[in-house]
């Protein structure tokens, strides 16, 4: 069996786990590209997304659906036990090649297992237009243009997410 950008060799890693979100409940977050504020929310989500060859708009749809209903936000009690929607916050997408980075060889990171730009880009507006569905106020960096990032990590709470298939694993 002959598999996308492989040449016929086995699959790797990135062949059997999928889109990939590092997720950090934030009190804030922002992104600047070129010098300007592109996007920013107050308490929520600041959500990373590398996107493989392999993926597909079910993907995106399942990591929405997840970031949407993941109770990660302190209840009264002190529990985490409420979503961002039960907050009133926001999720701020960030696309992110750089989780695809293949560092197994050598001291320079290869980036050949991410998805080429004409792939992610729609599957990661397609992360932040199901979200908005959600009625979950969404901003968005930039896609690949450089960007600075700043947020203040509360908690800290840092979870990483991967859809294979549709479904987070």
């Not at 399942?62 to 039960?86: H, I, T, W």
């Amino acid at each position: 069996m002959r598999f996308d950008r492989t040449g016929g060799r086995p699959p790797r890693a990135w062949q059997t786990r999928r889109v990939r979100a590092v997720v950090q409940r934030v009190s804030r977050a922002s992104v600047k590209a070129d010098g300007e504020i592109s996007g920013e929310i107050g308490p929520g989500l600041l959500v990373l997304v590398g996107v493989s060859p392999l993926d597909g708009r079910a993907d995106s749809v399942a990591l929405a659906d997840k970031l949407v209903g993941l109770r990660l936000f302190q209840d009264d009690a002190g529990r985490m036990n409420r979503s961002v929607s039960d907050i009133g916050g926001g999720i701020l997408v960030v696309s992110q090649f750089t989780l695809y980075a293949d560092v197994r060889r050598g001291r320079r990171p290869s980036f050949t297992d991410a998805a080429d730009p004409l792939h992610a880009e729609p599957l990661v507006d397609a992360v932040v237009a199901r979200i908005a569905e959600g009625g979950i106020s969404t901003a968005t960096g930039r896609f690949g243009a450089a960007m600075e990032v700043e947020l203040v990590n509360d908690g800290p709470v840092t979870l990483v997410l991967e859809v294979s298939d549709g479904r987070v694993v």
